[in-house]
Structures are given as structure tokens and as C-alpha cells.
């Protein structure tokens, strides 16, 4: 009926305490059978390509591509290789490479990569126990599995809190025979202090890891082409010596301004994105730094909704002198009119034309309500766009808009506005007073 023929891939690093030994690390990215012309590719933390190999059917022998990596490189956090086939990528295996800042120091995201948490060089031969105190919840330190000698190697026996948190039973695992334990796809759940101990005579720590986790989310999958977009980059604990950061790729601000804004709160970082898609690549990288040398990094690609047909949104505003309302509007208007309206939040069910045009004629704008601040971004209609904007918001803007092509509504948005208001206060100390 079916055949299937399964090529897998894997990445290897020599070597493998890629933190304290020698002045490099060789990572090999290796394809398991090379049944016809492929290529592999080694991708570093910017998205760029480093190094890449043409694999041959013919010669079978060759089915690796090494990559060395110094040790002052090592901050971009993660490096990927891709497979290709017929120049389409196939699979891609991820690699974190422990960061250069602190030994027992480790970054991952949410449900990537893989890593593993290298037990005690010293551990002699009495019993070691496993214990877990997570970031998140009541910080509870658990037990999680107490490891003996067996012959020449280690055993360990698993405890009742291992095996009930499925987090932990199906994502972290004991390298046969030694105290090394591998992670793979963490969730963010996982991110907390990894130690192990010894008990006799004394319990005494061995070893130590405090592994952090970033979690990345975007408010909408999907959003509306022009509407605003929340996006949030969350660190499970945040040192005083860590920050996070957003950047955004390929932008091409229009007329210079700035559609971005940075919020830091508690653990988290968000970035607003005013009139996602708007002259951008919707193409965005987060950072994770610890003292000022980037640890972790990945992208976060917005899939944009083009069809504004009957769409509805709702932006906000502040109401000060650099803020910005972009009315943006895509249709296909041969000979109907084409237009956009405005519903003032203070006199509703009071719909006024505030700007209209025919295709290929100027763009008339009623300056009644918002005089100059209303500017078309271009001075003839072409049949396609029909954008305005509105420059400085004020408060009392607030109200619906909405963009009409003939007898269709394509697109409605809510415009909710926020001021704010500065009192004097006077406080008086000792017999003076201070304003």
C-alpha cells in the first residue's frame, strides 16, 4: 500500500561540556542517509547562513556538515541546521549552546531545544539526591529521585513527585549509568533550581543549575491588517543582572515615526505594535541579555489578515502632541465612491463623512471636525488605497471610523483615547513650601 522512507537528523557537540573545556566547540549536524542530492545548512541566532553542504547521492560516505564555534560567540544562544531537499527546507534541528555568562546558568524556550544538566564531577560513593525548586507556584523544593551506586555506575529510584508531574517524567531523563540528566522541548513550567546533594554525613550540595525559562506570546494570531498587536516575552525569574528586550526587523517606519512601544512589567517585556503589517516585515526578535551579553534570542513572525472586508477593531491612544491614528483602508473601487465616516463617541448614531474620492480623483476632506490633523497619505485616490491619518489625537476623537467602498463597509475601527491630567501640589516641610 504504502512505502515511507524516514531520513533523520541529529546534532552533536565535541566537546560536549561546551562551557569549561577548551577554546571551542565543534558542533556536527548529521543526516542519516543521503538517498539523492541534498543540502545541509548551519543557521546562526541573526537567521543568517554560516556554512552550508551539498550532500550527494553518489558519495554516501559524506552525510555530515561540523561547525565550530568559539567560545566568545557562544551568547547568540542557539544555532539550527536545516535539511533541504529540491531547495525547500525539511527539518531542522535546534542546538542551545549554555551561555558563556555563568557556568550553572541556562536559558530556554518555551517547548525548544534541548540541553543537558551535567551531574557532580566529584560525587563519591555515597547516595545523591535529585532535587527541583521551581520557579513558579509556592517555590517548593521537591525531591525528585535519589541516585546510588550500582556496580560501577549510577542508578537512580524515581520519586512519587517525578513520576506525577508529567512535565517533568516525559521531558527530562537520566543519561544511562552516569548523574547527567537531558531535557528536551522544556515548558516554561520546568524553569527553577536543578541541585544535587549528597546526604551522608551531612546532606552537602554538589552541584547546582538554575535554569530560566522565556516564554514568547502574541494577543492575536491573526490580527487585522492596520490593527494594534500585543506581544510579550516573559522570563520565569528575573535576576538583577538579566533584561529582556524586543527588536523589531526590517522596518520601514513611515515618514520616520517610530509604530513601537517597549513596556517592561515585573518579568515580562511587551511590545505594542501600532498598525501591524503598515509598512513593516511584521518580522520580530526578542533578547534575553545577562550583563549586557545576549544569552537567548528567537523571532517571532506576525501572520497578518490582508482581507479587510468587513472587518472591526478597536486601537487606542493616548492624547498628547506626538500621538498618531492611521486609517487604513484596501479596496477594489472602479466607480463607486469610496469613503470614510466618523461616529463621535459623544454623538452617537451621528455618522459624518470626514473624506471621499472617486478613483483617480484628488481626495476631498471635510476639515469640519478635525481640520489639519486630518492628512491623506496620498493626493489621488488610485482605486486601492484609500488611507488617512490623523496627527495629533485628541481626547475627544474618540468614536468609531469607518472605511465604505460603494454600498460595502470594508473596515470599523473603535478609536478609545486616554489622557492624563498634572495637578500642583503643595507640601509643606519646616515652614517651607515646595510646589
Keep these: 500500500m504504502v512505502t515511507i522512507t524516514l531520513i533523520t537528523v541529529k546534532v552533536t557537540a565535541e566537546p560536549s ?30 537567521g543568517k547562513t554560516v556554512v552550508e553542504k551539498t550532500l550527494n547521492g553518489r558519495n554516501r560516505e559524506e552525510k555530515s556538515l561540523k561547525l565550530i564555534i568559539l567560545k566568545a560567540e557562544r551568547g547568540g544562544g542557539k544555532w539550527i541546521c536545516v535539511l533541504f531537499h529540491e531547495n525547500k527546507p525539511q527539518v531542522s534541528a535546534p542546538y542551545y549552546l549554555e551561555p558563556s555568562g555563568s ?23 555515597g547516595s545523591i539526591v535529585w532535587e527541583w525548586r521551581p520557579h513558579s507556584g509556592n517555590q517548593t523544593t521537591k525531591q525528585l529521585g535519589t541516585f546510588h551506586k550500582d556496580d560501577q555506575r549510577w542508578a ?52 547546582q543549575y538554575e535554569v530560566f525559562g522565556i516564554k514568547v506570546e502574541t494577543d492575536s494570531q491573526r490580527p487585522v491588517m492596520g490593527s494594534d498587536i500585543t506581544l510579550s516575552c516573559t522570563i520565569s525569574r528575573l535576576s538583577d543582572t538579566v533584561s529582556l528586550h524586543w527588536k523589531q526587523r526590517g522596518s520601514s517606519q513611515q515618514n520616520g515615526r517610530k509604530n513601537t512601544d517597549e513596556i517592561h512589567l515585573n518579568n515580562t517585556v511587551y511590545l505594542i505594535v501600532r498598525h501591524v503589517g503598515a509598512g513593516n516585515q511584521n518580522l520580530y526578535t526578542w533578547e534575553v541579555q545577562e550583563n549586557n551579553s545576549i544569552v537567548l534570542t528567537g523571532y517571532t513572525n506576525v501572520d497578518v489578515d490582508w482581507d479587510l472586508h468587513n472587518k472591526k477593531y478597536t486601537l487606542y491612544r493616548p492624547s498628547t502632541d506626538h500621538s498618531e491614528l492611521a486609517l487604513i483602508c484596501e479596496v477594489h473601487s472602479e466607480s463607486t465612491k469610496t469613503k470614510w465616516t466618523w461616529s463621535s463617541r459623544y454623538f452617537q448614531n451621528q455618522e459624518k463623512e470626514i473624506a471621499s474620492a472617486y478613483k483617480s480623483q484628488p481626495i476631498d476632506v471635510n476639515r469640519t471636525y478635525f481640520g489639519n490633523r486630518l492628512v491623506p497619505t496620498e493626493t489621488n485616490f488610485n482605486g486601492k488605497n484609500f488611507s488617512v491619518r490623523i496627527v495629533p489625537i485628541l481626547f475627544d476623537d474618540a468614536g468609531a471610523y469607518t472605511c465604505i467602498s460603494g ?29
Design 156 to 207: 537512580v529510584q524515581w520519586s512519587d513527585e517525578y513520576i506525577n508531574i508529567p512535565d517533568i517524567s516525559q521531558r527530562i531523563h537520566k543519561d544511562w549509568g552516569t548523574l547527567n540528566l537531558r531535557i528536551r522541548n522544556p515548558t516554561f513550567k520546568l524553569a527553577g533550581m536543578f541541585t544535587w546533594s549528597q546526604t551522608q554525613p551531612r546532606k552537602k550540595i554538589l552541584k
Design 103 to 125: 557556568q550553572n546558568d541556562i536559558y530556554f524556550s518555551h517547548e525548544e531545544g534541548f540541553f543537558v544538566l551535567k551531574g557532580p564531577d566529584n560525587p563519591g560513593n
Design 407 to 435: 454600498k460595502y463597509k470594508m473596515v470599523t475601527i473603535k478609536l478609545i483615547t486616554v489622557k492624563g491630567r498634572r495637578q500642583n501640589v503643595t507640601a509643606v516641610f519646616n515652614d517651607q513650601v515646595n510646589v
Design 17 to 46: 561540556d561546551a562551557v569549561t573545556e577548551g577554546d571551542t566547540v565543534t558542533l556536527t549536524c548529521s543526516v542519516s542517509d543521503v538517498t539523492e542530492s541534498m543540502r545541509l545548512v548551519w543557521i546562526d541566532s541573526d
